[in-house]
Nanobody
């Protein structure tokens, strides 16, 4: 079945950077819009960034604009999230999700998702 596997999480000090990767398998990656979401302890999963399948258009949550960059490498079936200037409030489990439809901010509208990778930003 389809698999999405996230990696790259870890513990970083405030102001630091991390690059998350999500490798997809058993799907035609270039046909899927991809999104990154996060879920902090005790909170709902929230939209962070998305990239469309056709033109690579990108979309961001306001609070990460200018700090996070989403990109994709179709031959490698991989989507990335470069996170700079990290803040303690960015601490969460980060998930990538895939959709055959339009990329949207609602996580439940996506077709597939991974198991997540933990990001912890310390003060």
């Amino acid at each position: 079945q389809v698999q999405l596997v996230e990696s790259g999480g870890g513990v970083v000090q405030a102001g630091g950077s991390l690059r998350l990767s999500c490798v997809a398998s058993r799907l035609t990656f270039s046909n899927y819009g991809m999104g990154w979401f996060r879920q902090a302890a005790g909170k709902e999963r929230e939209f962070i960034a998305a990239i469309s399948f056709r033109h690579g258009n990108t979309y961001y949550k306001d609070s990460v604009k200018g700090r996070f960059t989403i990109s994709r490498d179709n031959p490698k079936n991989t989507v990335y999230l470069q996170m700079n200037s990290l803040k303690p409030e960015d601490t969460a489990v980060y998930y990538c999700e895939a959709t055959l439809g339009q990329v949207v901010e609602e996580p439940q509208e996506y077709d597939y998702w991974g198991q997540g990778t933990q990001v912890t930003v310390s003060t």
